[in-house]
């Protein structure tokens, strides 16, 4: 068996995928999940999940620099999971602190083949250990457990500052409880609804009218007398053959239409404006603390200005009590 195959024998930390253990209740599975930098540029996804089944701890983040921002040759990297945290509300994984140079220093990750070598080079890129520290952490190389946790008992291994953005739910204490203290605010704005509107249409219509004219016509009348007289001279001349034509004439009614603008409709909103008061409710939680007395089932308030709480002689901050004749401070 080689040195490395030792080694993997003695750091047991496992991939989550094809374990037989699960992300703890009440922490978020982050595999999947988009790695992002504080300003939401996408670093990669993580990959996997390096964790030591003994003491239950995640120690690793594997991280898939596939469709970087940086231009990073796409690779599986790790990154200790103290150096990562969770975004407050999104199901983002955040690198606060952490340069394209860093990254491009870090190993590549391949399955089984985690050396303490490479390990301790990953935790020399995010400098928490310093010069002196590869030294140490090379020194632990093929020691016991006692020396391996050591190894992690660094900052860039702690899992409370990665979970410190969504902390655990399900790890309080059953005789711890909060009572949040609620109140409401009244705010009050304006906008803008309609409340009426008023519609024009206009149409074409018809009446008839009349007009009284007066039209003047020619008619021809032909009117035959009989006479008895000697022709004259005029009357021989026009007494010849021919043909008189008189021409009738008349008038008739000619139309025409004239448009005319009589009447003009001008359109304008006049805004008024008034004063309203609104009325409405708050809430707000009250909270109201009463201390039991084992030797006393009656419950005792600790309001000091409540009239039905018991009275010290020898506390100066008791209440008076005007009508208790032990009490000393009695006028």
Known sequence: MNTNENYNDRNRLQELGGSDFQIAEGE???KGWTVKDPQGNTIGEVEELLFDPQTRKVRYIVLDLEGNFLDLEPRHVLIPIGVAELQDA??????PNITADQLNALPVYEKGSLTRETETTVRNVFGTMGAAGAAAGAAVAGRGTRDKDDFYNDPAYDEDKFYRNRPNTSNVKDDDQTIPIIKEDLEVGKREVETGATNI????????????IKLREEHVD??????????TDADLANAKEGELNITERGEEAVVNKEARVVEEINLHKEVTEH?????????????DIDKLDPNNPRRTSTDPNDPRRPTDPNDPNSPRRPNDPNDPRRP
């Open 275 to 287: 004063d309203e008061t609104i009325r409405d409710t708050v809430r707000n939680t009250e909270v």
């Open 222 to 231: 032909v009117e035959r007398r009989p006479v008895n007289r000697p022709a």
């Open 201 to 212: 249409r206009t149409r074409i219509v018809e009446r008839p009218v009349e007009e009284h």
């Open 90 to 95: 999104d199901d983002d994984v955040i690198l």
């Open 28 to 30: 978020p599975n982050i």
